[in-house]
C-alpha cells in the first residue's frame, strides 16, 4: 500500500520552474478536506499530539491557496519541522505528517503541490520504514530536495527560506 500511495505522490509532484503567479491566483481544490478524519496519535508527549498551529489548521480546512504562496511555503516548512520531531519508531507521528501533508496538497494550487506530494510520499515511506526498524528509502528523501529546489525560487520571492 505505501509503494502505491508512494507512487500516486511522485506523480503528482512538480519538479518543473514554478509559475509565481500559479499559487496566488489558482482556485482552491474542489475535493473534500480530511481535517476532521481520524488520525492516528504518536506517543504520549510526543510533538504529533500537539493541536495544529493557525496555519496547519488553514491548510487543512482548505486555506492554503487562500494564504498564498507566502503562506503555503510557511506551512511547508512547518510541516518539516514536525516530520523531523517525530520519534524515529513512531510509524503513526509520521501517519500524522503524512495526512497534514496530503490535506496542504488537496488545497493548494500550481507547482507548490509538489513540496507537499514529496512530504507526504516521504512521510508515509517513513511510517512503513519504522515499524521495521528502518529508514525511508533514498528516493523519497530525493523527491523532498528536488521539490524544495523546484520551488524555491517562489518562496524565497516571497521571504520565506524553504528548509529541508
Known sequence: MAAAIGFASLTACS???????????????????RANSPRSTGSAGSATDAPPSSAAGEAASGG??????KGTCELFNELVAEYKAVPAD????????????????????????GLFA?????????SAAAE???????????????AVFANAG?????????RL
Open 15 to 33: 519538479v518543473s520552474t514554478p509559475d509565481p503567479n500559479a499559487a496566488s491566483t489558482a482556485p482552491a481544490a474542489n475535493e473534500p478536506s
Open 132 to 146: 521495521s526498524g528502518g529508514v525511508p528509502a533514498q528516493e523519497s528523501r530525493d523527491a523532498v530536495r528536488d
Open 118 to 126: 514529496s512530504l507526504s510520499l516521504l512521510a508515509i515511506d517513513h
Open 64 to 69: 492554503a491557496a487562500a494564504m498564498g504562496a
Open 154 to 162: 517562489t518562496c524565497t520571492a516571497e521571504g520565506v527560506t524553504l
Open 90 to 113: 513512531d510509524p503513526d507521528g509520521y501517519e500524522d505528517i503524512y495526512l497534514r501533508a496530503e490535506d496542504a496538497k488537496d488545497a493548494t494550487a500550481g507547482d507548490l503541490q
